[in-house]
């Protein structure tokens, strides 16, 4: 079973060249910037790079937000409390805030190899 993919591509040849431009399949907007290329071929390959790269990226930042709510969470929990009532509460927290930055540092390694 094939997973049908949430874009279609709109393609157009121009005066220098070709463009490609997705658009999202269930209301036809447009999604993401316009793409050129040299040939046919070359704008849609760049395209469907753009867009793996895009998920690959929303993924990363909505992993990143996850971490950083958690983080958040832990230490309002902890704000008030006396250092005897929660004694592991600041590890919790330093673990937490190692996910905030290795999330942080995939979303940036991510956003380096932005293919346009």
């Known amino acids: 079973m094939t997973e049908e993919r949430p874009y279609r591509l709109r393609v157009e040849q121009r ?3 070709w463009t490609a431009q997705a658009e999202r399949r269930e209301n036809g ?5 316009e ?12 395209a469907w790079a ?9 993924r ?8 950083e709510r ?7 929990g902890t704000a008030f409390a006396a250092p005897t009532e929660h004694p592991a509460a600041g590890d919790l927290q330093r673990e937490l805030l190692d996910a905030v930055d290795a999330a942080r540092r ?5 956003r380096a190899r932005n293919p346009l």
Do not use: C, K
């Open 15 to 17: 005066t220098d060249g």
């Open 29 to 33: 907007e447009r999604f993401g910037p």
């Open 35 to 46: 793409i050129a290329g040299a040939s046919e071929s070359d704008a849609v390959e760049r």
């Open 50 to 58: 753009w867009l793996g790269w895009q998920a690959e990226h929303a």
């Open 60 to 67: 990363a930042l909505e992993t990143l937000q996850q971490a």
């Open 70 to 76: 958690a983080y958040h969470r832990a230490i309002a």
């Open 106 to 110: 995939e979303l940036d390694r991510i």
